[in-house]
């Protein structure tokens, strides 16, 4: 009896192809010198939200996309952790204030964000579970800032703004954000080799098709 996995069931979907290695490269470099840049203006950025102690805890977005935009476009295990260790690795290489634990941030941040397509068994790729990727990544990386970072010495209620502005931030810019800029990249033909961009061409297909 014939028991091979067909190209899109059982344990196939889940193998990495070398141009699942190269986009996901490519995502994660391209996010580390966002992260770079974000870190660059954090201080101004910071400080413009000083007028209420841990409210800066809005700025975590901007390190923590990577992750889920890298899942919701290779849509394999691993993917959400490895572009978000890219893009760590890449800020920290060109130099970030914050040296090594950048590294370690990432990794944090990277399986929070992964989290939440492993409990869909990376079978669900909705707006839904990318807000929720970036609801766990924020979570992550909120609970390393109000423990081991300078936050860590605000008052209870500061790190409680903080923690929540930090959830808030991971839901809208790393979740939100995400999801509609892997959606503008498979509308362009981008993504075509991904399941991400055939499944939005399928979508388009059929929308027109009962036009």
């Known amino acids: 009896m014939h028991t091979s996995a067909s190209p899109s ?24 010198l966002v992260f770079w840049l974000w ?16 409210l800066s805890g809005l700025l975590a977005g901007g390190w923590l996309f990577a992750g889920v935009l890298g899942g919701l476009i290779i849509r394999k295990p691993g993917a959400a952790l490895y572009t978000e260790i890219v ?3 890449v800020s920290m290489a060109i130099g970030t204030q914050w040296g090594f634990t950048t590294l370690i941030w990432g990794v944090v941040q990277g399986l929070g ?3 939440a397509f492993a409990m869909f068994a990376y079978a669900n790729w909705r707006l839904g579970v990318a807000l929720l990727s970036g609801a766990l990544a924020g979570l992550a990386v909120a609970l390393l800032d109000t423990t081991f970072s300078s936050v ?7 790190r409680a703004v903080y923690f929540v ?20 990249l498979a509308a362009t033909g981008a993504l075509d080799r991904f399941a991400s961009g055939r499944a939005y061409r399928s979508r388009e297909t059929t929308a027109a098709d009962a036009a």
């Open 152 to 158: 860590a010495a605000l008052a209870f209620e500061a």
């Open 87 to 89: 893009a760590a690795v």
């Open 165 to 184: 502005s930090a959830v808030v931030s991971g839901v809208v810019i790393a979740g939100l954000v995400s999801w509609v800029l892997a959606r503008a």
């Open 39 to 54: 870190g660059q203006a954090w201080p101004v950025l910071d400080t413009a939200l000083a007028f209420t102690p841990g």
């Open 9 to 32: 069931t059982g344990t196939h979907r889940y193998s990495w192809r070398v141009v699942d290695i190269v986009v996901a490269s490519v995502i994660g470099v391209a996010a580390g």
């Open 113 to 115: 964000a992964e989290l």
